[in-house]
Every structure is written in C-alpha cells, then in structure tokens.
C-alpha cells in the first residue's frame, strides 16, 4: 500500500498545481477583459467586427434618398397545370474491377 500512498499524494500535490495555476490564468484574464471592455472592439454573432456608427453630430447632414418604389406587379395569367410523370429509377450495375485493382482500396495505402 505504500507504493499507491505515495501515488495518491502526488497526485493531489499535481492537482494542485494545476488548480494554482488554473487561478492565475482566470486573474489575468479578468484583468485584461476588464481593461479592455469599456472600449473594446464588437463583434456579431458570427464573430466578425462591428464596424461603430458615426454619431449624430458627425453624421453627414443632408436629404436621405429612398427607392422609387417599383410597379405593381400585374396579376398573373391563369395556366394549366402540369403534370408529370413518375419517374423510375433502373439499378445501375457497378463498372468492372481492373485485374491486379483492389475494389476497396486502403485510403492511407502509398500510390504505387
């Protein structure tokens, strides 16, 4: 028993470490988010930038232009509909094995 007392307490002794460090890792990285949140970049939700508007006073002045707005669609003209028929599908026969060419060759296998 004494050769897994001693396994044990490094064990322990080593998780420690890691939760140290662990600790350390999580203390600088809420220094730096806290640094950087208040004028940090944005992103959207598929992490790409986000670009700041102007704001109101620097925003140019002037008229904004809309679209013409398009012609109503006309309504459209009553047709047939089309049936079709179904279509059927033949087996297709697999293409013949080369002589000395495996069928199911091993991917990782060098080209020879």
Same mark, same amino acid.
């Given at each position: 028993?004494?050769?897994?007392?001693?396994?044990?307490?490094?064990?322990?002794?080593?998780?420690?470490?890691?939760?140290?460090?662990?600790?350390?890792?999580?203390?600088?990285?809420?220094?730096?988010?806290?640094?950087?949140?208040?004028?940090?970049?944005?992103?959207?939700?598929?992490?790409?930038?986000?670009?700041? &508007?102007? %704001? #109101? =006073? !620097?925003?140019? $002045?002037?008229?904004? +232009?809309?679209?013409?707005?398009? *012609?109503? &669609?006309? %309504? #459209? =003209? !009553?047709?047939? $509909?089309?049936?079709? +028929?179904?279509?059927?599908?033949? *087996?297709?026969?697999?293409?013949?094995?080369?002589?000395?060419?495996?069928?199911?060759?091993?991917?990782?296998?060098?080209?020879?």
């Amino acid at each position: 028993m004494g050769f897994m007392d001693k396994a044990k307490q490094l064990a322990d002794q080593a998780q420690q470490k890691i939760d140290e460090a662990q600790k350390q890792f999580n203390d600088s990285q809420g220094q730096k988010g806290a640094a950087s949140a208040g004028g940090g970049q944005r992103f959207d939700e598929h992490g790409r930038p986000i670009a700041d &508007a102007p %704001p #109101a =006073a !620097e925003a140019p $002045p002037g008229p904004v +232009e809309t679209p013409p707005a398009a *012609p109503p &669609a006309e %309504p #459209a =003209a !009553e047709e047939e $509909p089309v049936t079709e +028929e179904p279509v059927t599908e033949e *087996p297709v026969e697999p293409a013949p094995v080369k002589e000395g060419v495996e069928g199911n060759p091993d991917p990782f296998k060098p080209l020879q």
